[in-house]
């Protein structure tokens, strides 16, 4: 009997084969795979537009091999509407962090999502600005330390976070809201599975879909890559509690 | 072909696969890649289940799984 080697695991193909420029430990990383993967398993790489943002993922169309392009901060949702209008036929995707989405880019994915055009938002919530330092962003949790709330944040003086995929679950116009964590291999695999909804919402022609995902910042928030995702399952999980907020008929 | 091939060029040294190894054969090497990280690696292919805990959770998809099996 001979023995052949059956595969297990192999890089995407539509991964560009290129080592990214993040931190080590960083699960921008793990949810870049988990879009190649799904664009190659859905057989989209013709037909896939990504719309990059404004932060860490700023390079993000560099590490695949479908088209992308580049928006303003925050601005990746109105842009990514634009695209799918005038190309129906086309798969269109934003990739955006928390500074991006949840601050600057707040009254775009809230009136994206609003209208309800089939686009899919894939949102990395790691609760502050990588990219540039550090600093607090919308979905900072009370009392967490950054570059500008070095006493922790206080809801006296800098708010309460803000949980996304709940507030644009309220609305009408989206077709799949869910939040998921980066933070092991089974979340991995359940945020897949959100993702592939996510992705077949638009695939269908069903609606707006958008997945958080719970992610780290070793860097920033003064962690090994470990003790991050122990945090994530610590602190941030009970604020931003994992599930699906909005499925509307036919998604699957 | 190996069962467990990680790309030590690609691999920065997170140690998240190590963590989550349920049988415990990836550890951090002396040596240094081109990036000056110290990569991880497989001390006992022939121990490794094909979970693919650690391909899930690597960040930089340093990591492939092979597996033998009889046709």
Known sequence: ?252 | MERVSIDEERCKSCGLCISICPVKILIISDRLNARGFRPAQCTDQDKCTSCGSCALICPDIAIELHREVKV
């Open chain 1, 1 to 252: 009997m001979a023995e052949q080697m059956k595969v297990i695991y192999e890089r995407p193909r539509s991964w560009a084969n290129k080592v990214t420029h993040y931190c080590p430990g960083c699960t921008h990383g793990v949810a870049h795979r988990l879009v190649a993967e799904l664009v190659d398993e859905m057989g989209l790489v013709d037909k896939t537009i990504g719309v990059w943002p404004v932060g860490c993922a700023v390079l993000g169309y560099d590490y695949f091999n479908f088209d992308s392009v580049e928006a303003a901060h925050g601005r990746a949702p109105a842009m990514a509407t634009g695209i799918k209008v005038t190309n129906p036929d086309n798969f269109v995707f934003t990739y955006q962090g928390d500074g991006d989405l949840a601050s600057i880019g707040m009254a775009e994915i809230v009136h994206a999502a609003a209208r309800g055009w089939p686009i899919t938002v894939i949102f990395i919530n790691n609760g502050n600005y990588g990219m540039t330092g550090g600093q607090m962003a919308p979905t900072t949790l009370l009392g967490q330390k950054t570059t500008t709330s070095p006493l922790g944040r206080t809801p006296q003086a800098n708010g309460f976070p803000i949980r996304v995929a709940e507030m644009l679950a309220q609305l009408d116009g989206p077709a799949y809201i869910a939040r998921v964590s980066l933070d092991s291999p089974v979340n991995i695999r359940k945020a897949k599975s959100a993702m592939r909804k996510a992705f077949n919402a638009q695939v269908r022609g069903i609606g707006f879909s958008l997945v958080e995902c719970l992610s780290t910042c070793p860097t920033n928030w003064k962690l090994t890559p470990v003790e991050s995702m122990e945090r994530v399952r610590k602190e941030v999980m009970p604020y931003f509690p994992l599930g699906e907020f909005k499925v509307v008929e036919g998604v699957l």
